[in-house]
């Protein structure tokens, strides 16, 4: 099941970029297994994805031990900064760095143990109030202060999109994070790079693929509904 799904992800990918005249190399699918059993993991790994989300520090620790080591574990979900330590030099990367204090910590804790982490910008375009992120006013001076943090590598933005019935609803708000990494780009900010866009989940990748994304977030797509009252 989670094989033929893998597979048509990947399809549907293909095809959005096929039609927005972009390369489909261009763009990562990131795997999201939050609540799933390593069994599933494990069978999608098999079906060759290396790239997992999650989005809770307790679970990629635990899969993280189970899970074959060229795994690349993405943490998308909002961290407490004081569990910054636990993951620091597991994650290939951290979609969801949504303040500054985040990011000193962030940048503490990697000194420490010697490693440089990539990261994202998390940035609530659709100003939601139930969600973390900078607002994109707020991006800019962000930047400028994470410019000299030398074991933060800031290397694109990400965001979630509102929860939409029909993905085409969500296309303005990846137009927006697309023109603002653009602007980004072109002010040459030292040590922060904006080759990555996360954005883009089950019910709106397609979309989000024609207008930029490079990483997509693929959960229920891939795994099926999930279930947290079982957990
Ligand atoms: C859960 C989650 C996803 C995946 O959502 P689906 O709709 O299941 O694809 C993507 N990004 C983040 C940040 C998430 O928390």
Known sequence: MVAKNLEEVRAHITEACIAAGRDKEEVTLVAV????????????Y???QRIFGENKVQEIMDKYEVMPKDV???MIGHL??????????????IHSVDSLRLAQAIQQEAEKKK?????????????EESKFGFSVEEV??????????????VQGLMTIAPFVENGEDNREI???????????EKKNINNITMSVLSMGMSGD????VQEGATMVRVGTGIFGERNYAIR
Do not use: C
């Not at 569990?83 to 290939?92: G, L, P």
């Not at 990846?174 to 980004?184: G, N, P, Q, T």
């Not at 990748?205 to 989000?208: F, K, L, S, T």
């Open 80 to 93: 407490q900064r004081n569990k910054v330590k636990y993951i620091v030099d597991k994650v290939a990367m």
């Open 72 to 74: 690349q574990w993405h």
């Open 205 to 208: 990748y397609q979309v989000a």
């Open 115 to 127: 490693v440089v982490v990539p990261v994202l910008i998390e940035v609530n375009v659709a100003k």
């Open 140 to 153: 800019f001076p962000a930047l400028e202060e994470m410019s000299t943090y030398p074991n933060l590598h």
């Open 33 to 44: 297994s939050k609540t799933k059993p390593v069994e599933m993991l494990q069978e999608a």
């Open 46 to 48: 098999q079906a060759g």
């Open 174 to 184: 990846f137009r927006k994070l697309k023109k603002l990494s653009v602007d980004i």
